[in-house]
């Protein structure tokens, strides 16, 4: 054995606090960075956040939004929701005349009842919560569905539906066989549901026509609670000269203000009495004005990535989502001068508006598809194609994977039909076969 002793010279980079912070911050979206200044500040006191007023910001021109001050607009809208479906049902629950403990048990129910009407959880799962016997709970029930909106407190679609009919005097033997046998209608197989109901096609059709009218989730009628919206934080526009320009949305956008005098004020006061507050005072000063330039920083990277997927986009904007052109996050990195790590993080918290609708900056990067030009050759484009010929199809008569191939291979794009029903999938659109039930169920064919 034999020790040896050497020296050697590399370079590595130290992930300390303060650059973890500088790459979270370019991962946030105004708004969260608005939050996480907020919290800086309530920690040191030489940093104070200037929040932006709603002011009307220049939005993009469309032909799809409203107009310039949308998003201010959004938040000075009064709150016009109607009742909500708990409080609907609460109240009529009031006027049942129960005991104490049949209201304990009623509010178990009420817990239990989902945005659709239906109930979330099952009858044995109730009653245990309420600490009572099934039997009980089981009475309770059928009480509660005897509620507006009819088909109220069900727990499957056929109870629902024929809650529902006898609401309306509409369940007749025939009606009720046909809600025993839901499955043979949602294949369409009306051949197979009128030999098990025992009646004919031509006794059938109105009872569909009846059923067509019924709610299958009684409580989405109702009032629930708004989803949050939140603004982009980039804005397309179009230039003066021609062609299209991209700035930060600075209706949202907050900055970080340092507070030297306070400082300097603090300063002078500690310096005579500890000699320890001037390190502390000068610490904090150091973090604040780092955090101003990590601000800083993170808005002048996520507008230079911006303008370069303007750059590249440029026909998505003129023409719309069809020709969305085939773009890697390696050569933004390379034209805006980041890393590609870098360019990851902001595309993925960031939104810009653009004159055909909000979305992330992922959206416009997608990989490339063989085309006999330059246009429409990304598989975004190629999504977007498939979306509109479907929407345009006739309702007798959907098209086919096969077709789909054809009509796109006639516009200059090769596309296997894997792919096509790959990406029909993932536009949660169902398949030729399934389409045609569809419109035949909702009377279309």
Aim: charged letters at 25%; one cysteine or more.
């Amino acid at each position: 054995m034999q020790l040896n002793q050497s020296l050697s010279v590399r370079h590595s980079l130290v992930v300390n606090q303060q650059l973890r912070q500088a790459i979270v911050l370019l991962q946030m979206g105004n708004f969260e960075l608005q939050s996480f200044i907020e919290a800086q500040s309530e920690e040191n006191p030489f940093v104070e956040i200037d929040r932006p007023t709603q002011a009307p910001a220049p939005a993009p021109r469309s032909t799809v939004r409203g107009s310039d001050d949308d998003w201010d607009r959004i938040g000075a809208l009064a709150d016009t929701r109607g009742t909500s479906l708990y409080t609907f049902v609460a109240s009529q629950i009031g006027t049942l005349g129960l005991t104490d403990a049949e209201i304990e048990l009623a509010s178990v129910f009420v817990d239990a009842l989902e945005p659709s009407g239906w109930l979330g959880c099952g009858l044995t799962d109730i009653a245990q919560r309420a600490g009572v016997p099934l039997d009980d709970a089981t009475r309770m029930l059928h009480r509660l569905q005897a509620l507006e909106p009819a088909g109220v407190f069900a727990r499957t679609l056929a109870e629902c539906l024929r809650l529902q009919a006898i609401d309306q005097g509409l369940l007749t033997p025939l009606f009720d066989a046909v809600l025993g046998n839901l499955k043979l209608l949602a294949d369409a197989d009306l051949s197979g549901l009128a030999r098990a109901c025992g009646s004919t096609l031509a006794d059938l059709r109105p009872v569909l026509r009846e059923l067509r009218r019924l709610d299958p989730k009684p409580g989405t009628r109702f009032d629930s609670e708004p989803e949050p919206i939140r603004p982009p934080d980039l804005l397309v526009s179009a230039a003066p000269e021609g062609g299209w320009q991209v700035e930060l949305n600075r209706s949202t956008l907050p900055r970080v203000v340092i507070r030297d005098d306070e400082a300097k004020r603090l300063g002078d006061i500690a310096e005579p009495r500890r000699a320890d507050a001037g390190g502390y005072i000068a610490e904090r000063l150091s973090v604040a004005r780092w955090l101003a330039r990590a601000v800083d920083h993170r808005n002048r990277t996520v507008l230079r990535i911006g303008e370069e997927i303007l750059r590249r986009q440029g026909d998505f904007l003129t023409h719309g989502p069809e020709h969305l052109r085939p773009m890697i996050l390696k050569e933004i990195a390379e034209k805006a001068g980041v890393h590609e790590s870098t360019v990851s993080r902001v595309t993925t918290g960031i939104l810009m508006a653009t004159p055909h609708g909000t979305f992330p900056l992922k959206h416009f990067f997608t990989a490339a598809l063989p085309s006999r030009d330059d246009t429409g050759g990304s598989a975004g484009a190629v999504r977007h194609r498939i979306e509109r010929l479907i929407k345009a199809e006739p309702a007798g008569t959907p098209l086919s994977d096969d077709q789909l191939v054809q009509l796109m291979e006639a516009e200059g794009v090769s596309v296997a039909r894997r792919t096509v029903a790959k990406y029909r999938d993932q536009l949660s659109i169902p398949p030729s076969s399934v389409r045609r039930r569809q419109a035949i169920l909702s009377g279309r064919v």
